[in-house]
């Protein structure tokens, strides 16, 4: 079994443009995570699902960020009017969910907004 | 404020010598505290968490109320052990969130 998969690997973009970033869970894996990492930084919630809702997404910074998984696997965080203090890896981490706090981690995505 | 603190950055140890890597937190409730760990090249993996009580690789964590620590043991360290690790808090409102701390540098040497 595949683990945790994130693409692209690295986007550059231009400040202001659109991205979305991809994850792909476990397969099973009910709650999907997202975090955003600066340099010399721990990993920064930013949004958890669990199956499709959202359950808690009081990480992300403001309204340019979205993240959906609309069938409850495959995850999208999508990123409005991109500026450059977006730039950051962002990793997605998957769990079974049901009492299991166990985050399995994808391999990230770095972003560069120019 | 949920809160985790990882005091050093870098912390170089010789291989067969005791290391210690500090993480305190601040939460109100009742923490549920777990250490990533992250090696070259490789994706961050979980290597313990206080409610299991396991030891991993030669590693132990002790949660301290009183303290409100979370500190990695690891009485003889080995070069395999170089990495990043991260302390991190679950903060369990009405859904699971995660407060991970900075993380601290480990360097074995030889």
Same mark, same amino acid.
């Given at each position: 079994?595949?683990?945790?998969?994130?693409?692209?690997?690295?986007?550059?973009?231009?400040?202001?443009?659109?991205?979305?970033?991809?994850?792909? @869970?476990?397969?099973?894996?009910?709650?999907?995570?997202?975090?955003?990492?600066?340099?010399?930084?721990?990993?920064?919630?930013?949004?958890?699902?669990?199956?499709?809702?959202?359950?808690?997404?009081?990480?992300?910074?403001?309204?340019?960020?979205?993240?959906?998984?609309?069938?409850?696997?495959?995850?999208?965080?999508?990123?409005?009017?991109?500026?450059?203090?977006?730039?950051?890896?962002? !990793?997605?981490?998957?769990? !079974?969910?049901?009492?299991?706090?166990?985050?399995?981690?994808? @391999?990230?995505?770095? !972003?560069?907004?120019? | 404020?949920?809160?985790?603190?990882?005091?050093?950055?870098? !912390?170089?140890?010789?291989?067969?010598? @005791?290391?210690?890597?500090?993480?305190?937190?601040?939460?109100?409730?009742?923490?549920?505290?777990?250490?990533?760990?992250?090696?070259?090249?490789?994706?961050?993996?979980?290597?313990?968490?206080?409610?299991?009580?396991?030891?991993?690789?030669?590693?132990?964590?002790?949660?301290?109320?009183?303290?409100?620590?979370?500190?990695?043991?690891?009485?003889?360290?080995?070069?395999?052990?170089?990495?990043?690790?991260?302390?991190?808090?679950?903060?369990?409102?009405?859904?699971?969130?995660?407060?991970?701390?900075?993380?601290?540098?480990?360097?074995?040497?030889?």
């Amino acid at each position: 079994g595949a683990g945790v998969s994130q693409t692209p690997s690295n986007k550059v973009t231009e400040k202001g443009k659109y991205v979305e970033l991809r994850c792909d @869970p476990i397969s099973g894996h009910t709650a999907l995570y997202w975090y955003r990492q600066s340099l010399g930084q721990g990993p920064e919630f930013l949004i958890y699902f669990q199956g499709t809702g959202a359950a808690d997404d009081s990480g992300l910074p403001n309204d340019r960020f979205f993240a959906v998984r609309p069938e409850g696997s495959v995850s999208t965080l999508k990123i409005q009017r991109t500026e450059r203090g977006d730039s950051a890896v962002y !990793l997605c981490a998957s769990s !079974l969910g049901q009492g299991s706090n166990e985050q399995f981690f994808g @391999p990230g995505t770095r !972003l560069t907004v120019l | 404020a949920q809160r985790v603190t990882q005091p050093e950055k870098l !912390l170089s140890v010789f291989k067969g010598a @005791p290391v210690e890597l500090k993480c305190n937190y601040s939460y109100s409730g009742s923490p549920e505290l777990f250490w990533y760990v992250q090696y070259s090249r490789q994706r961050l993996q979980l290597l313990l968490r206080h409610i299991s009580r396991e030891s991993i690789k030669g590693f132990t964590a002790d949660l301290n109320k009183g303290e409100t620590s979370f500190h990695l043991k690891k009485p003889f360290a080995q070069e395999e052990d170089s990495a990043m690790y991260y302390c991190a808090l679950m903060i369990d409102n009405y859904g699971q969130n995660f407060v991970f701390g900075p993380g601290t540098r480990l360097s074995v040497l030889p």
